[in-house]
């Protein structure tokens, strides 16, 4: 008898994994804390144009509470709406900022321009104790 050559059975392979997609999400969505969140950004990157970042800041303000709310009874979106939350209070402190350094600005200008500001500035005196 003549012998074949055996070759060996190959290794049984195993199914290849699935591709790793995004991590899940909760399952409902949170489009207040989403608006909350682009309102209070829009609020800091245009602080400095009061009848644009002050605006945009109280919306995102009110949007932001109203989120929190939501996400206290359906668990999305939380992270978004204390972000969102704490962005348009900093965009409404720097525009109180900003109106307060211009009514500064404005008040010494009403005061006889900046020489005169800068004159009477030099003219004080320290308290004597």
């Known amino acids: 008898m003549t012998e074949t050559p055996q070759t060996p059975e190959p290794a049984p392979q195993e199914p290849a994994a699935a591709p790793a997609g995004p991590a899940a999400a909760p399952a409902g969505k949170n489009g207040l804390a989403v608006a909350g969140l682009i309102l209070g950004i829009v609020g800091i990157v245009f602080?400095?144009?009061?009848?644009?970042?002050?605006?945009?800041?109280i919306v995102g303000l009110i949007l932001s509470i109203l989120a929190k709310k939501k996400a206290k009874e359906t668990g999305a979106g939380a992270g978004m709406a204390k972000t969102g939350l704490i962005l348009c209070v900093i965009a409404i402190a720097i525009v109180l900022l900003?109106?307060?350094?211009?009514?500064?600005?404005?008040?010494?200008?009403?005061?006889?321009?900046?020489?005169?500001?800068?004159?009477?500035?030099?003219?004080?005196?320290?308290?004597?104790?």
């Open 98 to 129: 900003m109106i307060i350094i211009g009514a500064a600005i404005l008040a010494a200008i009403g005061m006889g321009g900046a020489e005169d500001l800068v004159e009477k500035l030099e003219n004080i005196q320290p308290p004597t104790p």
């Open 47 to 57: 602080s400095c144009v009061i009848y644009v970042g002050l605006p945009s800041a």
